[in-house]
């Protein structure tokens, strides 16, 4: 079984996976490793990087920041793949999803991109501006080396697009819960419920919900019907706002300390 | 030849696409939905031909330029006057269509991005026009050069937002203008000013920009009985020059010539020309095409004297063009550039756009090299009264530095 869908079985009923967001970079490379290693600490189930990207379309302020902090700091794709590969050797249990745009992928080349993926024991991809539509190419290559590819579902996709992606994803999917680039704060928390409900429908697939999530009060809420709870803009800011690396890393950690604390245990529990 | 391009999917080839973040994809069907539905309607096409006629003043001129004919001393050259529309500049006609589809669409708050700001001036005409809320992004080094057009913006009653990140220019612009879009979706049409960006942007700007070449073929044959020997236009996403392209695509024995910005010389990286320089292919703002990025894919810094063709990228059907050998593409430098704005304002009383002598400088060559017999169209796409300004800053710079 592969560790992403390990992490989701192990949960199943019990509570919503937390997957906390760093770029990749920032704000040093040597930072990256030392940061997952510390949201692990604090409770994170799953972990999300950035790979760095100069024109970053879907993001707003704060992760644009962080993009061109990394870039200034000389992160690269390749770089942020080797801080993965770093961070594995002392934790082959959690999984790890990059996240990016199409074009540095694309110039790395696809087949050697997701080569280096599994190599360095990266478990999913997340490409922002690549609709299933555009993925076959990359979604074979993904699927040659084991890495799964997790597209995106928001408010505006039309039902009928829902079995589309569902059926493209790997891993899980994930549910952009605003209309909006990243760090915005507009979330409905019953809209996305409802959503939920018809992605649900049309999937077996667990589902993330992320975007507009910014404190331990909306991780709750949305914990109590997502599989899956994505906390990114909230966790880079606070980030920025430290001096040093050391502070940082405490920052984070006592953060998604509260984060993982605040998503509420279920009920119902499955044995495993 | 048979040429049909795009594919269902917005294909060129290789090239264009959709490659957009999903919250973009519904919108970008709805808009596909819309804009088939309103080319077929003949209430549609009779509505953009009578604001063509009366609030454009189409048909623009075929101009024949005697003096800079005989200045570069060969073929005759044309002049198509897209810088006599209303607004100044070619832009003008793609704002028309893309609101009247607004409209139909039932949007009420237009947003764009600008590099010269005269997309930004064309889309907040029509808004004015049609009673629209509009918002213009534009780059803050654009702003600094481009400031007559803001405040033309800014009278129309358009917002204009300052884009202070990334280098500042036509590409963060556009960035800017994609986060608003798939925040407000609901109430926006995002007008884009150029043939790139995500399927159906780039057919949808050819077509309506389309008109231009239709007029100049039937202008042309009425004058001289045949076709041209060549058209040049400028290409910055290539929206003026696909528009006098399109209507030619057919008649293999008029060669098709894109002239892309130099900037500082290919050589020294400082320059705008994805396709003649041809470093690489890749996506960005929604299709993929010949773009300039890095080793790491990362995009990169572009420089042009003229903000129009500031721009990293192009508009996927000239890669499909380029690749196929139906259109060439050559690039000049700033210097030459401005050489020729001098040369058209002195001999001809043509103040042109910064962005439309770069195909004048190009075109000036070509005719050397032509003999006599042949005559030349040069898309004069628009009026240069925006850089009086910043070509006098430039050379009194040019002359304290000497
Ligand atoms: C007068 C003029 N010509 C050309 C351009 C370049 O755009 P395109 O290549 O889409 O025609 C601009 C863009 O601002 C412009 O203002």
Given at each position: ?272 | ?402
């Amino acid at each position: 079984m592969s560790r992403i869908k390990g992490v989701f079985a192990a949960l199943k009923g019990r509570r919503a996976a937390l997957i906390p967001f760093i770029a990749g970079g920032d704000p040093a490379l040597s930072a990256t490793v030392p940061l997952m290693h510390a949201l692990v600490r604090a409770g994170a189930d799953l972990i999300e990087v950035g790979m760095p990207f100069s024109d970053p379309m879907a993001d707003g302020p704060v992760i644009q920041m962080a993009h061109q902090r990394a870039l200034a700091a000389g992160a690269t794709t390749r770089a942020v793949i080797d801080q993965v590969a770093a961070f594995r050797r002392d934790d082959g249990r959690t999984p790890v999803i990059l996240m990016g745009y199409v074009n540095p992928v694309e110039t790395m080349g696809y087949e050697a991109f997701a080569c280096a993926c599994r190599a360095a024991g990266v478990d999913g991809v997340i490409l922002v501006d690549m609709p299933p539509e555009e993925a076959a190419e990359w979604r074979a290559c993904a699927v040659r080396e084991g890495v799964d590819t997790i597209f995106l579902l928001s408010p505006t996709t039309p039902a009928e697009r829902l079995a589309v992606i569902a059926n493209a994803s790997t891993g899980f999917l994930y549910y952009v819960a605003l209309k909006g680039v990243t760090g915005a704060s507009h979330l409905n928390v019953a809209d996305a419920a409802a959503r939920l409900a018809a992605v649900r429908a049309s999937s077996a697939l667990p589902v993330g919900v992320g975007f507009g999530i910014r404190d331990p009060g909306s991780a709750a809420e949305v914990g109590r019907f997502a599989d899956a709870v994505i906390v990114g803009s909230a966790i880079v800011e606070r980030m920025a706002a430290k001096d040093t690396i050391d502070e940082v890393l405490a920052d984070v950690e006592v953060f998604v300390r509260d984060l993982r604390a605040a998503l509420p245990e279920r009920a119902s529990r499955t044995s495993s | 030849m048979s040429y049909e391009q795009p594919d269902a999917r917005g294909h060129f080839g290789p090239y264009g696409g959709r490659f957009v973040a999903e919250t973009l994809m519904g919108p970008l069907a709805e808009l596909e939905r819309a804009y088939a539905q309103a080319r077929t309607d003949p209430a549609f096409q009779a509505e953009l031909a009578a604001d063509f006629r009366d609030y454009v003043g189409r048909p623009s001129p075929l101009y024949f330029a005697e003096r800079l004919t005989a200045d570069a001393g060969g073929a005759r050259i044309y002049l198509k006057r897209e810088d006599l529309n209303h607004t100044g500049a070619h832009k003008v006609n793609n704002t028309i269509g893309q609101a009247l589809l607004a409209k139909r669409m039932g949007k009420k708050r237009l947003i764009a991005e600008t590099g010269a700001g005269q997309h930004g001036v064309a889309t907040a005409t029509v808004a004015a026009r049609l009673g629209l809320s509009c918002v213009i992004y534009m780059g803050a080094e654009d702003i600094a050069r481009q400031a007559p057009n803001v405040r033309r913006m800014r009278l129309l009653g358009a917002e204009v937002v300052s884009v202070t990140l990334g280098s500042r220019t036509l590409k963060d612009a556009m960035n800017e203008a994609m986060r608003d879009w798939a925040t407000t979706v609901d109430e926006t049409f995002y007008v884009i000013g150029t043939v790139g960006g995500p399927h159906p942007y780039p057919v949808m700007v050819r077509d309506f920009q389309a008109v231009i070449g239709e007029e100049a073929r039937r202008q042309f044959l009425e004058r001289e009985g045949r076709l041209p020997q060549a058209l040049v236009a400028c290409v910055g996403g290539g929206s003026n020059a696909m528009g006098l392209f399109y209507a030619f695509l057919a008649d293999a024995e008029v060669d098709l010539y894109g002239v892309e910005a130099a900037g500082k010389g290919l050589a020294s990286g400082q320059h705008a020309a994805p396709l003649t320089a041809a470093t690489g292919r890749g996506v960005l703002h929604g299709a993929r095409s010949y773009l300039m990025f890095d080793e790491d894919g990362q995009i990169r810094d572009t420089h042009s004297i003229s903000a129009g063709l500031d721009y990293p990228g192009v508009g996927p059907e000239h890669a499909w063009l380029k690749d196929i050998g139906r259109a060439r593409y050559v690039a000049v430098g700033d210097e030459m550039a401005l050489a020729a704005f001098h040369r058209l304002t002195r001999l001809e009383g043509i103040l042109p756009a910064l962005e439309s002598s770069h195909a004048l400088a190009y075109a000036h060559e070509l005719a050397g090299r032509l003999g006599h017999e042949a005559a030349i169209i040069v898309n004069l796409s628009g009026r240069g009264d925006k850089d009086v300004e910043s070509v006098a800053a430039y050379e009194e710079a040019k002359t304290c530095r000497a």
